[in-house]
């Protein structure tokens, strides 16, 4: 069991049912906070997330939200304020990429990908802002970007253009909102061990020369990144804003196209 870093904390996670999100989710709550899962498709997944959390003793909702409407970021923002009176923290997890050569990109595919990766965490964020403000309460926001937010990656612009608006948009946003006691930081992550990389993680050939390019000799585990956002969502990083936290186990530095 961690510390009880975030106790009396509420916050909400994006894409909180599966992969980063879910080990955000799990690790936020062994910490005290109480948890909103915010779900796109997987109710099943949520709700096991959520009575995991209350046979633990804690408390925790699932709603389902597709943030890329921004009636439906204001739903979930209204749900968590709805069932605990108040929320502290924002984790914009919820993301999607579509690989495709750049001529041949659809303007359905760079649609969806930009209104989940940069559309939804900007209105996410308006509405939690919103809640803050009128309540004259702090808060913390955590975009889950990509190293991608500086790193090229071919045969994905859409995602790429949606990571560097974010990061952008979250440096703007720290200096906006920093005199309000609200900070906004980014995590970066590389190649982390989730669902979406099984087809990569069974196949060597693919595998190996990316363990080549890191320099820790290994792919990231959900538990390295959720105990950074741990780390962002509590009070050792009430002076830290408008940064970007890059956890690759050094790919960034050493990167390469094959």
Not at 153 to 173: E, I, T, W
Not at 194 to 202: A, F, V, Y
């Amino acid at each position: 069991m961690s510390e009880q870093r975030l106790a009396g904390k509420v916050a909400i996670v994006t894409g909180g049912s599966s992969g980063i999100g879910q080990g955000i989710v799990d690790r936020y709550a062994s910490e005290g906070a109480s948890v909103v899962i915010d779900y796109f498709g997987n109710a099943d997944a949520a709700n096991q997330m959520k009575a995991k959390i209350e046979s633990n003793g804690g408390k925790a909702i699932a709603v389902q939200a597709d943030i890329s409407k921004v009636s439906e970021s204001q739903k979930l923002v209204d749900a968590a304020w709805d069932a605990f009176g108040k929320a502290d923290i924002l984790v914009n997890n919820a993301g999607i990429e579509k690989g495709s050569d750049f001529v041949d990109v659809t303007e359905a595919d760079y649609d969806m990908v930009l209104n989940v990766n940069l559309k939804g965490p900007f209105f996410t964020t308006q509405a939690f802002v919103r809640r803050l403000l009128a309540a004259n309460l702090p808060g913390r926001v955590i975009n889950m970007s990509s190293v991608h937010e500086d790193m090229v990656f071919p045969h994905f612009a859409s995602y790429c253009a949606s990571k560097g608006g974010l990061r952008m948009l979250m440096r703007d946003l720290a200096v906006e909102l920093g005199p309000k006691n609200i900070t906004v930081n980014n995590i970066a992550p590389g190649a982390i061990i989730t669902p979406i990389n099984k087809g990569l993680l069974d196949d060597k050939a693919k595998l190996d020369p990316l363990l080549r390019n890191i320099p820790l000799g290994r792919m990231g585990t959900v538990e390295d990144v959720a105990g950074l956002a741990a780390y962002l969502a509590s009070d050792d990083a009430a002076y830290v804003t408008g940064s970007t936290f890059i956890i690759d186990g050094g790919l960034i530095r050493n990167y390469h196209e094959q």
